[in-house]
């Protein structure tokens, strides 16, 4: 366990989801909740707290804003849910003023030294926003971005391929959203091409993509929202960046120059306590480098309309 404090905003079905994943993974020391709906937050420190005999991992405690001073890791997740009759872009707007609100509070708590990591969608647009206007120095804000949907398609490739998803290596990069770009070139089985995997098919690997794609949708018709997997995506990208892995992962940063200047968006990243270390440019084929150039276009529009209402 590292001796890390870890906050978490917002405590509901992801935040909580996030902090049992946290729990088991014993990822740091000391684990603070903060929701507007305190009793909420409290509820579900006081759950966790009832599972350490055997969890071991994490002291958990429910607290306001001022809780997360000291912290290493700043885990937003705090967000609004779509009303039936709202567009895409009214949730973004109300979601835009809520996470510069909780921008306000995490200034003024002191929670400066930590890294912050953005799991409220429209994920890749609050990183942006976070790493321009909270202040902290840019590469210390990281969004989960498309390591979900990357554990998605690892697991939905070894379901249809009949493959154990852990051996599988396979990259989602661009936005998380509609314009994620699955780097199909890259990916491997066992260190070798995928294409060469035992059981392979063209089309058994499209029908992963397109799950892959849809699988946010489908969760939300099924269930209301995403939980275990994100939660568990939360902790693979907040172990990396309190153990300082080498591995690069898929998260949302800020790029600043050349074709993905102005938007944030994942590309393969190492991570650290500092934050950012290292975006690296993985191989691409020409398809799928112009369709990442397509998706930074998508954001930068959306980012560009955001910014003009600050
Ligand atoms: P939820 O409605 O269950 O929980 C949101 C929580 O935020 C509520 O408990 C609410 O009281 C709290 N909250 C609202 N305003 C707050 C504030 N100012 N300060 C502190 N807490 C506040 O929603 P859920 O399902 O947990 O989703 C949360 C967000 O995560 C959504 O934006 C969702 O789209 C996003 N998400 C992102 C994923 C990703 O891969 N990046 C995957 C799945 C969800």
């Given at each position: 366990m590292t001796g890390a404090k870890v906050t978490i905003v917002g405590a509901g079905r992801v935040g909580a989801s996030a902090a049992y994943a946290l729990q088991l993974g014993s990822t740091c020391r000391e684990l603070v909740l903060v929701d507007v709906a305190s009793d909420l937050a409290r509820g579900e420190a006081m759950d966790l707290m009832h599972g350490r005999a055997i969890a071991g991992g994490p002291c958990i405690a429910a607290g306001d804003y001022?809780?997360?001073?000291?912290?290493?890791l700043v885990i937003v997740t705090a967000g609004l849910r779509r009303r039936p009759d709202e567009s895409r872009l009214e949730l973004i707007e109300r979601n835009v003023t809520l996470f510069r609100t909780i921008i306000r509070e995490l200034k003024e708590a002191g929670a400066g030294d930590a890294v912050l990591l953005v799991v409220t969608n429209p994920v890749d647009v609050l990183t942006y926003l976070a790493a321009v206007?909270?202040?902290?120095?840019?590469?210390r804000t990281i969004g989960l971005g498309t390591a979900l949907d990357t554990l998605r398609f690892r697991s939905l490739l070894g379901e249809r391929l009949g493959l154990d998803p852990a051996r599988i290596d396979a990259l989602i990069i661009g936005e998380h959203g509609d314009s994620m770009v699955p780097l199909l070139s890259a990916a491997r089985y066992e260190g070798r091409p995928?294409?060469?995997?035992?059981?392979?098919s063209e089309q058994a690997v499209r029908e992963a993509v397109e799950a892959t794609r849809r699988a946010g949708a489908e969760v939300l018709r099924l269930k209301g929202g995403a939980g275990y997997a994100v939660g568990l995506a939360v902790r693979e990208v907040s172990a990396a960046i309190l153990n300082e892995a080498p591995a690069a992962l898929p998260v949302s940063t800020v790029h600043d120059a050349g074709e993905l200047a102005g938007v944030a968006l994942s590309l393969p990243t190492r991570v650290g306590r500092r934050g950012v270390k290292e975006v690296v440019r993985p191989q691409m084929a020409e398809g799928e480098h112009r369709a990442l150039i397509d998706s930074a276009e998508v954001l930068r529009k959306t980012i560009a309309r955001v910014m003009a209402s600050a």
């Open positions: 001022d809780a997360a001073r000291g912290s290493d206007e909270l202040g902290w120095p840019r590469e995928l294409a060469s995997a035992p059981g392979y």
